[in-house]
Structure formats: C-alpha cells, structure tokens
C-alpha cells in the first residue's frame, strides 16, 4: 500500500454501514448488539430497512490520538423480491458493507456472492467484511471456516465468527471495517482528511424506514 503522512482528525469521520445477508442469518441482532448491546432470541424479520446510528472512537490507524466516527447502520430485509427493487436507494452513499451468513446454514455463504455484488453495482468496490454469525451454535456446524476464509480472500478481506447471542467478535468486526474505511479514504485522498457526507434515508426509502439513534 502506498506511504501516506500522519493525520489528525479535526472532525468526525461520518460514514453508512450496509448489512447484507439471507434472511435470519442475524443482521438485525448483530446491529441491536452493537447499538444497544442487547438480544432478542423471537424472530421479528425485518420489513424494508431499520437505520440506527453509534458514535465511537478509535485509534487513530494513520497517527497519534483518536478519531471519532459517526457511523450510520443500514439494517436491510434479508427476504429477496420486492426489495431488490430499491437497491438503488438502499445501497446510495455505502461506504462500508457487513456480509453476514448463518454458520448452521450453508447456503447462506454462497448467497454472499450475489449480496456482495449486488452492493458493488451501486457502490463500485468499497470495502466489506464477512461475518459468520451464530458461532454459538458451532455444534451445529454447517459451512467450513476454510470457505469463509475463501470468500474474504475474494474480496481482499477478513472475517469474524460473530454471535450477537454472546456479543463474540460484534464489536471487533465493526471496528474493523471503520478502520479499513479510514485508510483507504486517507490513500485515496493522499493523507488529507476531507469531507464526508453521511447518507441519510432517500425519499424513495424513507416511507420503509425506521430510525433509532445511540452513542
Ligand atoms: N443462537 C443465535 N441466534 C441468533 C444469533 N443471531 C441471531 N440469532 C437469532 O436468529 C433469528 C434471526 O435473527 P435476525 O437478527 O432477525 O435476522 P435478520 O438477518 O435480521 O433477518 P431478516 O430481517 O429477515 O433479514 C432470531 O431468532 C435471532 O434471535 C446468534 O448469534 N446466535
Ligand atoms: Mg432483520
């Protein structure tokens, strides 16, 4: 990777965080894991998109001290169908995608092939990170760590083997991906902190959204 100076952060760093997955694989879970720190064990699917926002810090991966982000949490219907009709409006302003599957269903990690793609017809190549939720249920084992690690090969990343149940590995991953943001925003921009515009909803998804907020 190219050199980049130091940086300090003036301000925050804003960016949209997509989830993507098959339905019941736990996107919802890992995101109220994240935001609020709890679990619900009922199955509630999700219908459209629910955004929540988390500020948090991290060490600075380019210099010294800290970087605030704001981070802004796309959780979107796993259901396939009328949905793909707003990708368009769900995946605008992406900077970050979270591809989660279902360790105890294996077709669930071949379908992150079609998710992830469908996110980089919008997006263009942005980073991603995979997720294999439910770890906790690892006794019921149905994909290999070996494909998991395949597929985040193919799209020159890592994984965690999550479980929003315990809260394994949720923070970890989060944090990863933001600063995986961080750095290839600063090499994009030759060091220089600029601008970021945090997506919010469109008018086309907004009448489908709900919105919770948390620091
Ligand atoms: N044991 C276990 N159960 C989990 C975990 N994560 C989610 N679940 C359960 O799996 C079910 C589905 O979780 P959701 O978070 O609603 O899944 P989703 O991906 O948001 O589903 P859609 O909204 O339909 O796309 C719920 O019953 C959760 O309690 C986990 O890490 N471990
Ligand atoms: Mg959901």
């Known amino acids: 990777m190219e050199e980049v100076p130091s940086v300090k952060f003036e301000r925050p760093v804003k960016m949209k965080v997509c989830f993507v997955g098959d ?19 009922a199955y509630v699917p999700t219908i ?8 948090f810090t991290l060490a600075n991966p380019r210099g010294k001290g800290m970087v605030q982000i704001d981070m802004v949490i796309w959780d979107i219907m796993g259901q396939k169908g009328f949905r793909e009709l707003l990708n368009e409006a ?11 599957c279902d360790v105890t269903r294996e077709e669930t990690l071949e379908d992150l092939n079609y998710w992830i793609d469908s996110v980089y017809k919008v997006t263009g ?3 991603v990170r995979i997720l294999g939720n439910k770890w906790d249920l690892r006794h019921m084992l ?15 990343t890592g ?6 149940k315990t809260g394994r590995d949720v923070e970890t991953a989060f944090y990863a991906l933001a600063e995986r943001h961080i750095i290839e925003k600063l090499a994009a921009s ?13 008018e086309q998804s907004r009448g489908m959204s709900s919105v919770e907020e948390a620091t």
């Open 23 to 41: 339905f019941a694989v736990g996107k919802t879970s890992l995101a109220e894991r994240f935001v609020h720190n709890r679990f619900r064990s």
């Open 48 to 55: 459209g998109t629910q955004i929540m926002k988390k500020q």
């Open 90 to 100: 769900y995946f605008h302003g992406t900077r970050a995608v979270l591809a989660v």
């Open 125 to 127: 190549r942005i980073p």
């Open 142 to 156: 149905k994909t290999d760590e070996a494909d998991i690690a395949a597929l985040a090969k193919k799209y020159e």
């Open 159 to 164: 994984y965690n083997l999550t479980s929003a």
């Open 190 to 202: 030759k060091g220089h902190q600029t601008e970021e515009i945090a997506a919010t909803p469109t």
